[in-house]
């Protein structure tokens, strides 16, 4: 079938096209940004319960004190004491995904792309992953990682570089980058530095 319709219609066709994968695109991301802030903000709510939880049973065992055996008063305290210790541990290690994610975006240079986050048994730190236009792109996302102005990462380390065609699942970012990241002592992006405030 011949096509004879003008090339400016056609042109408006294509663009229209476009712009409906476009708008499919966003909306995705909108979603997916409503998301990451309903787990952050249901984190929080269920962690700050426990600490509030755990803040007046100290406060009950205390008024006890007067009432009972010092003994085992004092045992019960401590106990309790432990499981306060327990859940500050944990928080100081719980990391604001919805906010670190979107610092590493800003960091992310324009020809490579986030493809992996995890946590690791390391204490501290982060594994992150990326496919990049090329090996430059690859070593400059460690570099603004590792930059201090970010307030993120004390330090970053390139764990592999692995630039091949034949193996990318997009091919304009052949090389794929794994890098650890050590958090700084007093970056924003964990729990207990934000001052317990939603992310």
Excluded at 13 to 19: G, I
Excluded at 75 to 99: M, P, Y
Excluded at 138 to 144: C, D, E, H, I, K
Aim: charge should be neutral; proline fraction near 4%.
């Amino acid at each position: 079938m011949i096509n004879l319709l003008p090339p400016q219609l056609k042109n408006e066709y294509l663009y229209a096209q476009r712009n409906s994968h476009m708008v499919k695109w966003v909306v995705a991301c909108l979603l997916a940004i409503v998301g990451l802030g309903a787990i952050g903000t249901g984190g929080y709510l269920y962690l700050h319960n426990s600490v509030e939880t755990y803040t007046t049973q100290v406060s009950d065992m205390q008024a006890l004190l007067t009432q009972q055996h010092l003994s085992q008063t004092e045992k019960q305290v401590q106990d309790i004491s432990n499981n306060f210790k327990l859940v500050v541990e944990v928080l100081s290690q719980e990391v604001l995904f919805s906010k670190l994610l979107t610092q590493i975006g800003t960091v992310i240079p324009s020809n490579a792309v986030l493809t992996g986050l995890n946590i690791t048994k390391t204490q501290g730190s982060v594994d992150i992953t990326a496919a990049a236009a090329n090996y430059n792109a690859a070593t400059q996302l460690q570099v603004n990682l590792a930059d201090p102005t970010n307030k993120v990462f004390s330090k970053a380390d390139i764990l592999s570089i692995n630039c091949s065609s034949t193996g990318a699942s997009d091919p304009r970012y052949p090389c794929a980058v794994s890098i650890r990241a050590l958090f700084a002592a007093n970056n924003p992006f964990l729990f207990i530095n934000s001052n317990g405030s939603t992310p």
